[in-house]
Nanobody
Framework: QVQLVESGGGLVQAGGSLRLSCAASGRTFSSYAMGWFRQAPGKEREFVGVISWSGTITNYADSVRGRFTISRDNLKNTVYLEMNSLKPEDTAVYYC??????????????????WGQGTQVTVSS
């Protein structure tokens, strides 16, 4: 089992920045690829980005590429989502998730076995 707890959400003005954190406990954190997803009211959950177990490979959704950056610290069992140039359409509940890293980074939420409880990000215009 892997337990995930997100933090760092809040209210920010358009153009601002936030950094989300996801702390993991349980099984070996460094063997998991870590993804970020988000869900806006009335919409389906969507992929934001993912980082490999080593932190050397990342993949992002087109909507956030160039604005968001995922990083991880395996010594602290924590993954981060740095969000810059935020837009009102980035408003959503953000979730971190984990899947066993076997060389392919997953972008579909159904392929992730572990999820955090989510943290709200609201971007005002």
């Amino acid at each position: 089992q892997v337990q995930l707890v997100e933090s760092g959400g809040g209210l920010v003005q358009a153009g601002g920045s936030l950094r989300l954190s996801c702390a993991a406990s349980g099984r070996t954190f460094s063997s998991y690829a870590m993804g970020w997803f988000r869900q806006a009211p009335g919409k389906e959950r969507e992929f934001v980005g993912v980082i490999s177990w080593s932190g050397t490979i990342t993949n992002y959704a087109d909507s956030v590429r160039g604005r968001f950056t995922i990083s991880r610290d395996n010594l602290k069992n924590t993954v981060y989502l740095e969000m810059n140039s935020l837009k009102p359409e980035d408003t959503a509940v953000y979730y971190c998730a984990a899947h066993a890293d076997v060389g392919i980074l997953r972008t579909s939420d159904v392929e992730y076995g572990y999820w955090g409880q989510g943290t709200q990000v609201t971007v005002s215009s």
